[in-house]
């Protein structure tokens, strides 16, 4: 009857309803229950009236989509289905319900599907180049099809490769389409590389990619339309999702795409190809193109942080620097972020750069008026990033620093001009032990919420830092915190990281606040904001329909049963600031525990209740988050493909292996480490990169010295600063560990040091490891390290001689 209906009717709205309830009836029925389906979509979706094949394509897309795992016996009859209705380039509808098919079908193929879905890809570009002059909307929904084809683990996109980067380029390129098309295929881009770079580089399409990019980055704004961030004269705040598309975000588009670049390609690839363009922009006389070469240094600092830090570091911050002085201030803008990212992610070597900086960003800060919040927003973000890791550096600029801070909070601004600087007290003050006085900065208004609960972030931070001097005033810090809450419902709020730090302060005199304090923190615990299900099934996105259809569809739906609705969710989605709540209000009850001892036990029974509730949830995304296919075949793009999947793989591996030895203990993971051993020491040969190198020698153990010691040794006369750092860990440990057996290479271990402490780029601690080490071999052994130095040239054994102070 449903499906006879559905032949009969002419209204789209009714149409697409039918099919709603045709797609319910089948989860429930299956195709074997219900043949009259498969009979009707084989005749409708092959007869020769158009209106009649787009209901048949229509019903196929919102039936497969409902259960596609009972269409994939069918995978061969769909994919040449597919390939006959993707040629129809008269018919829009029928080429987008064949592409919302697509995206349902395109991860569940398997290698046997293969030959077929990549004769697909063509006519999908020529589709996708169809619909969007018809409509964009619809086009960027159906540029997911190409999102699925590229995650799938098959390869099916990488033979037309090419063809499909050309295609993204030149709609990213066209200024002519709208810009969510536009910002919907960089994404797209953006993707592409990351799970096809290594692909890229091997067919040579690298540079027509960069080449496509740049421009992008740099395009100038229409006139009347320069980004109110970027403008010199005092600005009103605009709210978030008033501003539209502009080149800025272009621009971070693009710049997502370098990033992921940089992150997936080696630096002695992508480098050479990105410095002459990088150079003729930050040369040329138009501010964006000055513009897009930092925010290409920002980006990179992130992805190709290992090969900035020790080689690149010294001139990009001498550019960067430079930028922060040029006379337009969308260059300095753009300088002020790069420096942030520079804060960021080369750590701990830009601090020692900390005299070049510091003036310059002061100068920034005292040039900045206190109407301009856009400016005075991104050099706080600036500071405060770069701050964090300085740690008695920073002294010397406290004074000067915290009156620039201050003058936002003592002064009429808007409310985002405070809360940036309230942040980066917080960063200063966790860094030197400020004393400086905090003026309140928190009232009833509505706008200064982020204002408060920043402060509050920040006053958790100084009472950490500061420690007893502070004491006197714990008692008023919680009852405003406490008052606070009471009066702002916010997850940032509801994390309670103020009370963690002042517990430390007022141990057993937190008691009478512990009732409320806990009631907050058992909330946050149990609530379930933020949490969003994911549900299978394709949205109703479909062409031409109207909005009583999509009311229509929304009844429908909110009639099945409460079961039924249940099946469809494939998972949940948390919102980062809920997810946060949860892991810091767990994080503070614990601190609190401790610190608040007797007073707390009345409270710890509910505690455990809630806390063991959240180690029960397992997720049907996270069970999925666990599971990889591996297929060992001997097509060459398949083992690119899994190469980058092996990349993260090690990424992850290195994180786990020491957390698991300290859980584990030497003696129980020692049979374990044994086994792997071998493939942690492949990591160690020369083609390796310096974090891989890093990574396999960072898991050394005390019981493996003889095997270890010798590619120790090795690794260290490589010109690498990241594993000379691990290194000179490394050595003391084994010393301490195994002092025999380092003994016996006392000779080749001095000749190294000899090299390493020569180095003026070794970080202070590391160079006081080695001589510690040399030290106490010095005192131990004394004929072993003599008869060592014996054999070192004349000028270095006088050198460390020199160093250890031996005679």
């Not at 229409?222 to 005092?234: F, K, R, T, V």
């Not at 598309?245 to 992921?260: I, W």
């Amino acid at each position: 009857l449903v499906l006879t209906a559905l032949q009969r009717e002419t209204e789209h709205s009714v149409s697409l309803s039918l099919a709603q309830l045709s797609a319910t009836i089948f989860r429930k029925e299956g195709l074997e229950a219900w043949p009259q389906l498969m009979q009707l979509l084989q005749h409708s979706t092959h007869s020769p009236h158009i209106p009649e094949r787009e209901m048949g394509l229509l019903l196929l897309s919102v039936v497969v989509s409902s259960r596609p795992e009972a269409f994939q016996p069918h995978h061969r009859e769909l994919l040449r289905l597919l390939n006959e209705t993707l040629g129809e380039v008269g018919s829009p509808g029928l080429l987008f319900y064949s592409l919302r098919t697509l995206t349902t079908v395109a991860p569940y193929l398997g290698t046997d599907d293969v030959p077929l879905a990549r004769v697909l890809v063509p006519k999908l570009i020529v589709a996708m180049k169809t619909l969007i002059p018809i409509d964009e909307a619809k086009a960027c929904e159906a540029v997911e099809a190409l999102d699925e084809l590229l995650e799938s683990e098959v390869p099916i996109i990488t033979s037309h490769l090419s063809e499909v980067l050309t295609f993204c380029l030149e709609v990213a390129s066209n200024v002519a389409l709208g810009d969510a098309i536009r910002a919907r295929i960089l994404c797209c881009l953006s993707f592409l590389v990351k799970v096809k770079s290594k692909a890229l580089l091997k067919n040579r399409l690298l540079p027509p990619l960069l080449h496509t990019l740049f421009p992008i980055m740099a395009a100038e704004p229409a006139l009347g339309q320069l980004d109110p961030e970027d403008q010199d004269s005092e600005e009103e705040e605009l709210e978030i999702g008033l501003v539209g598309e502009t080149p800025k975000h272009f621009a971070v588009q693009v710049g997502c795409v370098v990033d992921m670049l940089a992150l997936h390609l080696p630096p002695e690839k992508l480098c050479p190809l990105l410095m002459p363009m990088l150079e003729e922009a930050l040369r040329s006389e138009r501010p964006y193109q000055r513009k897009a070469g930092l925010l290409v240094l920002a980006v990179l600092s992130d992805g190709a942080g290992d090969h900035i830090r020790q080689r690149l570091l010294p001139p990009l911050l001498q550019i960067v620097c430079k930028g922060l002085e040029d006379p337009s201030q969308v260059v300095r803008n753009a300088a002020l972020f790069a420096l942030g990212q520079f804060s960021e992610n080369l750590q701990p070597h830009i601090s020692s750069y900390s005299g070049e900086v510091m003036p310059l960003l002061l100068a920034y800060l005292k040039s900045v008026p206190l109407g301009h919040t856009n400016h005075l927003a991104k050099a706080c973000y600036a500071l405060e990033n770069f701050v964090e890791n300085l740690g008695p550096k920073v002294q010397p600029y406290l004074p000067e620093l915290m009156e620039c801070m201050l003058q936002p909070l003592r002064n009429p601004s808007s409310p985002r001009a405070k809360e940036r600087a309230v942040s980066a007290l917080g960063a200063i003050g966790e860094e030197e032990e400020a004393r400086t006085g905090f003026p309140q900065g928190a009232c009833g208004r509505r706008d200064l919420q982020p204002v408060q609960i920043q402060s509050l972030e920040t006053l958790g931070v100084l009472a950490r830092a500061v420690g007893e001097p502070m004491r006197p005033l714990a008692e008023e810090c919680c009852q405003l915190g406490l008052g606070l809450c009471d009066q702002v419902d916010d997850p940032d709020l509801r994390r309670c990281t103020l009370f963690a730090a002042l517990s430390g302060l007022m141990r057993e005199g937190l008691a009478p606040h512990l009732p409320q304090i806990t009631t907050l923190m058992l909330l946050s615990l149990r609530s379930t904001e933020g949490i969003v299900p994911q549900y299978d099934g394709s949205s109703s996105f479909l062409l031409f329909d109207d909005e009583s259809g999509g009311e229509e569809e929304e009844e429908l739906m909110d009639k099945d049963e409460e079961e039924e609705d249940d099946s469809e969710i494939s998972g949940y989605s948390v919102e980062n600031a809920f997810f946060d709540e949860k892991e810091d209000a767990c994080a503070a009850l614990g601190e609190i525990s401790v610190n608040a001892s007797v007073a707390f036990l009345p409270y710890m029974e509910s505690v455990f209740e809630e806390v063991f509730k959240l180690l029960e949830v397992r997720g049907r995304g996270r069970e999925r988050e666990g599971c990889s296919a591996c297929q060992d075949t001997d097509e060459e793009e398949e083992e690119e493909e899994q190469a980058e999947y092996d990349a993260m793989l090690l990424e992850h591996a290195g994180e786990a292996i020491p957390a698991l030895a300290a859980a584990a203990g030497g003696d129980a993971f020692a049979p374990f480490f044994a086994s792997f051993l071998p493939l942690l020491l492949c990591k160690t040969k020369q083609g390796c990169t310096v974090a891989e190198k890093s990574f396999a020698v960072g898991t050394a153990s005390a019981q493996f010295v003889s095997r270890l010691l010798p590619v120790l040794l090795s690794s260290a006369r490589e010109e690498a600063l990241e594993e000379w750092v691990t290194m000179g860990r490394l050595f003391s440990f084994l010393y301490q560990s195994s002092p025999d057996q380092v003994v016996d290479v006392a000779p080749e271990l001095l000749r190294v040091c000899s090299l390493v402490l020569a180095e003026s780029k070794i970080p202070p601690d590391t160079r006081a490891a080695l001589l510690l080490l040399l030290t106490f071999l010095a005192r131990q052994h004394t004929d072993s390290l003599h008869s060592a130095l014996g054999s070192l040239p004349g000028d270095k054994a006088r050198e460390l001689q020199a160093a250890l102070g031996l005679p």
